[in-house]
C-alpha cells in the first residue's frame, strides 16, 4: 500500500512539473529555448543577440582598418548617421588622419550603416537609440545610455594606463568581441 502511494504521488508531482512547464508555454504563446550547447539548426549567437548582446564584427575590412588602431566597435553601438559622420571626416579622426582606399571605405561604410543601432533589432541597441532622443554622436561614448551605465564608475577607472578611457571597452568587458556588455563579464584591472 505504502508502495502505491509512493509511486501515486511521485506521478502527481511529475505531472504537476510537465503541467506547469507546458502551461507556462500556452500562457506566453511561446517555447522555451535552450540558451547553453548548441541545437541543430538553431543557430546560437543569433539567438542571443536577438536579445541583448550585439553582433560581434563580422566584416574582415572593417576588422583590419579599423582594429589595427582601436577595438573594432560593434556597428549596432551607434545608429547610421553617427557612422556616416565618421566616415565623412576621416581626415581628422579624433585628432589622427585615417587613409582608406576608396573601394575598402565603401565595403566598410556598407557594412555600418547596414548594421547601425536602428536596424539592428537588439535590445541594447534599441536602448542606445532611444537614449539618444534624435541626436547624431560622433562618440560612444556621448551616448546617455552608455554614460548611464558607467555612472557608478569612479573616474579615476578610465584614467588607469591599464584601462585608458571610457572609449576602451575590451579594458573592462572581456568579451566586448563577441558584442557582450553584461556586468558579469566585465573585470576592472588595476
Known sequence: ??????????????????????????????????????????DQKHDLNSETHLTPVTNQTYQEACGACHF?????????????????????????????????KGIIEKYLLDNAAERFQGKRSHRLVRSLKGETPSRITEIPYVRRKHRNIP?????????????????????ADQGIYEGDNVTIPK
Open 155 to 175: 573616474l579615476e577607472v578610465f584614467t588607469r594606463k591599464t584601462v585608458g578611457s571610457l572609449s576602451n571597452c575590451s579594458a573592462c568587458h572581456r568579451t
Open 1 to 42: 500500500m505504502v508502495r502505491y502511494a509512493v509511486l501515486t504521488v511521485l506521478l502527481l508531482v511529475t505531472f504537476a512539473i510537465f503541467y506547469g512547464l507546458s502551461a507556462d508555454d500556452v500562457r506566453h504563446g511561446k517555447r522555451h529555448q535552450y540558451r547553453g550547447g548548441s541545437h541543430q539548426g538553431v
Open 72 to 104: 573594432a566597435y560593434q556597428p549596432g553601438l551607434l545608429p547610421s548617421g553617427s557612422w556616416a559622420k565618421l566616415l565623412s571626416n576621416l581626415k581628422d579622426h579624433f585628432g589622427e588622419a585615417v587613409e582608406i582606399d576608396a573601394p575598402s
